[in-house]
């Protein structure tokens, strides 16, 4: 018979090529590390730009990119894990769902990492529980405004340090009657809350003072600061396209970006696309309340990286941590995917330039993130679901902002303990 | 004649495939997600039965139990919509297809007004919102930002998509009444409405009134152009939330809510209930008395 032998061939070459790639992998020297993350849209920056200069400086350590789908990344890791086939570094979300992760000891800790101290509290709040950090931080989004800087000059205008400049200058292009000035629409309910409040709000309500107050009861969204902030906000509708209960966030950048509104209250993600039909546009940041008064900017904290407890690979993971917690690739990734900013305090330097007037905003103002994502929304209603729909309601009837604070302190004290007793 | 057992055994085998995919896809799962209602799959202890726990949270947690019933009432309105206006306009369309008064373009409008169904919800959905966009569109008014107009306006939009499957479903009905009543019902001088109504539609009675609960089915199993316009948490102010996108939101969560399997499954069967009791009461009360006049 013809394919005895042939077969035997076969399954000896098959052996022996096995055999042969055991042989090499027990020879390669470098140990190797798999990053989990959901930005799978950042798989060639991580494979043709971070990885190959950390590589390079670290001839022993391989780091292999391992995202997985943005929806599916929280389930993925979680059965991972407990199922022991976790990645040796552990993207962190910010807030909520890392602190649940954090209880559970996924991750291993981080004492004695020297990089660390290249960021602040503020910066490290995301991903810390009792004092003590879990991850290195990686990149924050900021909020402000994109204005078209040919209207501007057009009708004399300069960008609004404060809330009172900032309505003089709406005015103003309101009465030219030949732009809209703001593009802002109500259908996309998160915006409203991600791009409006949480950036304006803080001047009112102080920043980090404001926001640590509601966590830890000692705030309440009824407290004048808050009902202030959300006035500051409705007192926008008359500016506001026509039609714009029904506008959604594409709506609004096209109608600022084929020129016919002056100023996009938006989010530093959105370069690339204000940027696209060759508009001249800058920014500034939400106004202070008064002359001379602290300025406020959002930074929401996006990732970072922390180590799987499980590794067996502890020392290197801790080495990769400390270059990504450097100068060297903060530089290399924001610079990279534009709109995304370093959260450490060293000097970063942003290519694109309106990423770098973006990033010249943190200079001189409070950073603070988002105000309901920590804790106040971790049960039923959550408070940050509640307030997108309670701005849609306020922005698209006549509930007065008492109403809306009113509302929403009752959702938060109905199950959230530091709220209640008071 | 009696078959022989063979046959009858070749026959279970003819079926043991599609039965096969049915059960595993669609039987199990059912009931798998029945169980699971009773049960608190994600706490400390693993699987815990819990009894009516979880029924008793989604009817009496205040926030949770308001959005349910927010969007059973919904779900209700969606489905008056479209019995309303989508069931007569197919009934009308269809009576016209076969009132002869087309003569030869029937076949290009049967085939026109049957197309939008089978698009896309997502094309259909991005279509209609440019239609209707304030900015961009024929109309001023934000029909989807306001509360009280959203829901009709999205119910509408799948009248226009779906009309074409009342109309084809009673165009065959009417195809099958037998041309000798008509004819003699025209010689004894019936206008056309006449004929209409006293000798077509009396014979399509059962037909019309299958497709009014095969809409309530698909009208309570609603979801994906809810979802495709408005997301997860379809606003203004939950304004256009139905069971399905409440479902979706409890099973997968949303941006701001964590997913909680067992309240998922939970509403999932209270749907199911509410669907196999509206459907088998209809064809408990009414269908089986609905009898075609026989020839």
């Known amino acids: 018979m013809r394919w005895k032998p042939a077969r035997t061939t076969l399954a000896i070459l098959a052996l022996g090529v096995s055999i042969a790639s055991i042989a090499t992998a027990a020879m390669a020297e470098p140990v190797t590390l798999t990053l989990g993350s959901w930005r799978t849209e950042d798989l060639a920056i991580w494979q043709d730009q971070v990885l190959p200069a950390f590589e390079a400086s670290h001839p022993d350590i391989k780091v292999e990119f391992a995202p997985v789908n943005t929806n599916e990344y929280n389930a993925a890791i979680q059965s991972q894990i407990e199922g022991g086939t976790g990645p040796d570094l552990i993207t962190c979300r910010p807030f909520d769902v890392n602190n649940e992760w954090i209880g559970r000891g996924y991750f291993a800790s981080l004492d004695g990492l020297a990089g660390l101290a290249n960021f602040t509290d503020t910066a490290k709040a995301a991903w810390t529980v ?18 078209n800087i040919d209207i501007f000059n057009e009708l004399g205008l300069t960008p609004p340090t404060t809330a009172a400049e900032f309505t003089t200058v709406l005015q103003k ?25 949480y950036s304006i709000g803080p001047a009112y309500w102080k920043g980090e003072e404001g926001r640590l107050g509601l966590i830890d009861g000692t705030k309440k969204l009824t407290d004048p600061d808050f009902v202030a902030a959300f006035a500051a906000f409705q007192a926008w509708k008359p500016f506001l396209p026509s039609g714009q209960e029904a506008l959604s966030y594409s709506d609004m950048t096209q109608l600022f970006t084929l020129g016919r509104a002056a100023i996009l209250p938006d989010g530093s993600w959105n370069i690339n696309q204000v940027t696209s039909t060759g508009l001249n546009v800058g920014v500034f940041g939400p106004p202070a309340v008064e002359a001379g008064g602290q300025r406020y900017l959002q930074e ?37 995917a534009p709109g995304f900013f370093a959260m450490s305090n060293q000097a970063v330097t942003y290519d694109n330039p309106l990423a770098q007037h973006f990033a010249d905003l943190k200079t001189g103002a ?4 988002r105000l309901a994502l920590d804790r106040l929304s971790a049960g039923t209603p959550p408070l940050d679901d509640e307030i997108w729909r309670q701005l849609q309601v306020m922005m698209t009837s006549d509930t007065t902002p008492e109403t809306v604070t009113g509302e929403l302190q009752t959702g938060l004290a109905s199950w959230y303990g530091p709220q209640q007793a008071k | 004649m009696t078959r022989p057992a063979t046959a009858r055994w070749s026959l279970f085998l003819f079926v043991l495939p599609a039965l096969a995919v049915y059960l595993l896809f669609a039987v199990v799962p059912l009931f798998s997600s029945i169980v699971m209602s009773f049960f608190d799959t994600d706490g400390e202890a693993g699987n815990l039965f819990v009894g009516l726990s979880n029924y008793v949270y989604l009817f009496t947690q205040p926030v949770v139990s308001a959005r349910f019933w ?15 206006v989508e069931v007569p306009i197919g009934l009308l369309l269809a009576a016209l297809l076969t009132s002869g008064v087309l003569r030869r373009s029937e076949g290009v409008y049967r085939t026109l007004l049957f197309i939008p169904a089978t698009l896309s919800v997502v094309i259909v959905g991005f279509i209609w919102r440019l239609i209707i966009n304030p900015l961009w569109g024929l109309v001023g008014f934000p029909l989807l930002g306001n509360p009280s107009t959203a829901l ?21 009905a009417l195809l099958a009444v037998p041309n000798d009543l008509v004819e003699a019902s025209r010689l004894d001088g019936a206008s056309p409405w006449r004929i209409f109504w006293d000798i077509k539609f009396p014979l399509i009675v059962p037909q019309f009134g299958l497709i009014v609960i095969l809409t309530f089915i698909w009208t309570f199993n609603g979801f994906d152009l809810v979802f495709a316009l408005n997301g997860s948490a379809p606003g203004p102010n939950y304004s256009t939330d139905i069971l399905g996108t409440f479902f979706y939101r409890s099973f997968f969560g949303s941006s701001g809510q964590v997913a909680d399997l067992d309240i998922g499954a939970t509403v999932a ?27």
């Open chain 2, 70 to 84: 927010n969007a059973l009432a919904n779900s209700a309105k969606y489905f008056a919509v479209h019995v309303i």
């Open chain 1, 300 to 336: 929401m904290p996006d990732m970072a990286i922390g180590i799987n407890a499980a590794s067996a690979k502890q020392d290197a993971a801790k080495v990769f941590l400390d270059w990504v917690s450097g100068p060297e690739f903060q530089q290399i990734y924001v610079n990279s």
């Open chain 1, 366 to 369: 409070l950073l603070t993130p």
């Open chain 1, 173 to 197: 292009i309101q009465d030219s009657g030949k732009y809209t000035p703001l593009a802002e629409g109500s259908s996309e309910s998160w915006q409203l809350a991600y791009n409006g409040l």
């Open chain 2, 269 to 295: 069967t209270v749907i199911f209930t509410i669907m196999l009791l509206v459907t088998g009461g209809y064809f408990w009360l009414v269908q089986r008395r609905l009898r075609a006049h026989m020839v």
């Open chain 1, 130 to 147: 009792d004092g003590a950090t879990y991850c290195v931080p990686v990149a924050a989004v900021l909020a402000g405004f994109f204005y």
């Open chain 2, 152 to 172: 009709t306006t999205i119910s509408l939009m799948s009248v226009w998509q779906y009309v074409g499957i009342p109309m084809v479903f009673l165009y065959s």
